[in-house]
């Protein structure tokens, strides 16, 4: 429901002090002005947002990542640079362009790196390089893309007795089971009242196309009940529901800064920033198969998703149906291990606008329409809905979502397909 925390924080002395605390979060930069002036030899730099020169990425990861190539000092003709991409996770990344002019008398140009979803078991790596420099000017050293395996799956052997047990009966999960292939949608209601000044503001459909789901058998089937557990990317939903928490925010820009929110203090307590490169993956356990009806059943109560030692927690009582996913970040695992070092450190992050990971992506019921009570447009709200085709080794998923504050029931449409 909406509150007044729109206009609480949008007062004059917020936007003041979120304008002082910003300018205090990013990093300082020696300015080439004549009274800090580099005077060592000139070299090439290359550099991620955040200035380091390694990232770590998923591989699913389709994020482009962009690389400043930068000069130390600034010179009077044209520098012409040849780049190239070594090693063996290269032929899953592609750069923009191999040639790169940073014109006379300018410090820097931009080069981006793609990554395109690679199916791969170990850790794989790749260097970005100068080969050459028309001017012969030294290079400080590569830049480093390392690229985190897929996880694996491997059913115990009280699982596989279940899953031989399902197909005596005429179940066949192994059409099922593994890596599927992920298509499908969302459409996110975005926002009227309130101002996150960030791209989740607006209403917007946003593609699912390609990405890679773990299908597993869950650790809750039974012999009269498989169940299943989507373990990596739940629905193809890591980027689109990152995306969300960060608009919510470390990207937010009006509130997670505001007086009294503390964002910045997480933030700063656990290194985090708008360009700090950090995982999430999305987790969906017990989804009922019943074979019969060639459905599934996919809801709970949001509590029942939620991890124990999640700090934030609301009374079960309190907790709407939803579908029940859990969360697995690398922002959450850094603000665990602060708050148990300094269990003070929660009160911070209750104070930080938008921490709240479960209840912001899952904000209302969708057991039946709500949108009367919440006071959003109506007809946007859809019937949860998951069916499976054991032949095909397909499975498809229709449901509504309310996010926090957001104007009306956003809408997820997806299909799989097993990867033979």
């Known amino acids: 429901m909406k509150t007044s925390l729109y206009h609480r924080l949008r007062s004059i002395g917020a936007i003041g002090l979120f304008s002082l605390l910003l300018l205090s979060l990013l990093p300082s930069c020696a300015k080439d002005t004549p009274d800090n ?20 990425i998923a591989a699913t990861s389709t994020s ?5 190539v930068r000069l130390t000092s600034r010179r009077t003709d044209a520098v012409t640079l040849q780049l190239n991409l070594t090693g063996e996770a290269a032929s899953s990344l592609t750069l923009s ?18 990554p395109s979803a690679k199916e791969v078991t170990t850790q794989q790596q790749a260097k970005l390089s100068v080969t ?14 390392t690229i985190s395996p897929f996880p694996v799956w491997t059913p115990t052997a009280a699982q596989q007795a279940l899953i031989d047990g399902y197909r005596a009966k005429g179940i066949d999960l192994s059409t099922i089971l593994g890596y599927h292939t992920v298509e499908g949608s969302v ?23 390609g990405a890679t789901m773990l299908v597993e058998l869950s ?21 689109i529901y990152k995306k969300l928490w960060d608009g919510y925010t470390v990207n937010n820009l009006n509130y997670f800064y505001a007086e009294g929110a503390s964002g910045l203090e997480v933030m700063k307590a656990i290194n985090w920033t708008q360009s700090s490169a950090e995982t999430f993956n999305v987790v969906l356990d017990n989804v009922r198969v019943h074979a019969s009806t060639g459905t599934l059943a996919f809801t709970g109560k949001r509590l029942s998703g939620m991890p124990a030692t999640y700090p934030l927690r609301e009374e079960e009582s309190d907790s709407p149906i939803v579908v029940p996913f859990t969360y697995e970040s690398s922002v959450w695992t850094r603000v665990m291990a602060k708050i148990a070092a300094e269990p003070t450190f929660k009160e911070t992050v209750e104070s930080a606008e938008g921490m709240e990971l479960y209840s912001i992506l899952s904000n209302t019921a969708i057991d039946e329409d709500h949108s009367a009570d919440i006071g959003a447009t109506e007809g946007h709200y859809v019937k949860p809905e998951g069916k499976i085709d054991l032949k095909k080794g397909t499975l498809s998923f229709t449901f509504p979502f309310h996010g926090y504050n957001s104007d009306y029931y956003s809408v997820v449409k997806v299909t799989s397909q097993q990867r033979k």
């Open 132 to 145: 050459s420099s028309a001017s012969g000017l030294m290079v400080e050293g590569d830049l480093t893309i």
């Open 219 to 239: 650790d809750r089937a039974t012999a009269d009940q498989p169940v299943l557990k989507f373990s990596y990317n739940a629905l193809g939903l890591n980027d």
């Open 187 to 209: 459409d996110w209601a975005g926002f009227t009242e309130y101002d996150y000044g960030t791209d989740i503001r607006s209403q917007a459909t946003w593609r699912i196309s």
């Open 97 to 114: 362009s191999k040639t790169l002019t940073i014109p006379a008398g300018q410090l820097e140009e931009e080069v981006v790196i793609t």
């Open 64 to 68: 482009p990542i962009k690389v400043t």
């Open 37 to 56: 002036k580099y005077r060592g030899e000139n070299k090439i730099q290359l550099r991620l947002p955040d200035g380091s020169r390694s990232v770590l």
